[in-house]
């Protein structure tokens, strides 16, 4: 799945660029790039794990491209040499590093979900499944200003798509997981939904002036 925030790739916790994206932005013909990939003179092993070649549907068939993660971009481009070359591969590594920063921070929000569900059930002697998505549909607002739904449409992702943590940037991953924390104990302690969602958002807007500061 194409990142829309860092233009990466992510699949299995892992951030990907893919040899057209190399073309595209280092002015290179993709027949070309493909010839470096498989020139690369790298062991078997480090090439495995880093370069993947998958097909790409073009207008006349079937293409090859390849995956590569960090690792294996930076071996592929150390030899492309030129001023303008020099600032995408920085721009490629920061963005690598970003990604990676983001997809840690949205296995942090998945690990954590389970906690967040139990506490729900814990607050509620008969839970439905509208308490679930309450407080889920709480967090967002305070943090994205709309819901799941408003979101997606706002943003034109299917609205059969499970969940929307892929499609936010880290700040708000990150934000998403401070509420989600704050909230699992919030919701013993204060169980009017209303009272609850004002201290949250009092919370988040403390956040806030932290990161300004």
């Known amino acids: 799945m194409l990142n829309p925030e860092y233009n990466l790739y992510e699949r299995k916790g892992q951030a990907f660029c893919s040899s057209r994206q190399v073309a595209e932005e280092f002015n290179r013909q993709h027949d070309n790039v493909l010839r470096d990939v498989r020139n690369l003179d790298c062991s078997e092993r480090f090439f495995l794990l880093n370069f ?71 607050a509620h002697e008969e839970p439905k499944h509208y308490h679930f998505s309450n407080e889920t549909n709480m967090i967002n607002r305070i943090v994205l200003g709309m819901d799941a739904k408003q979101f997606k449409q706002a943003n034109g992702i299917d609205v059969d798509v499970p969940s929307i943590r892929p499609y936010l940037s880290l700040e708000q991953i990150q934000a998403v997981e401070a509420l989600q924390r704050a909230d699992i104990g919030l919701l013993v302690a204060i169980p009017d939904f209303q009272a609850r969602k004002q201290t949250l958002a009092q919370y988040y807007e403390r956040l806030k002036l932290k990161q300004i500061a």
Not at 72 to 81: A, K, N, S
């Open 52 to 122: 993947e070649e998958k097909k790409y549907k073009s207008k006349r068939a079937e293409q090859p491209e390849y995956f590569m993660t960090k690792d294996g971009f930076i071996f592929l481009v150390m030899g492309y040499r030129g001023k303008k070359a020099a600032i995408f591969k920085e721009s490629y590594i920061n963005r690598f590093n970003a990604m990676e920063e983001f997809i840690k921070s949205l296995a942090t929000a998945k690990l954590e979900h389970p906690a967040f569900t139990e506490a729900v059930m814990l």
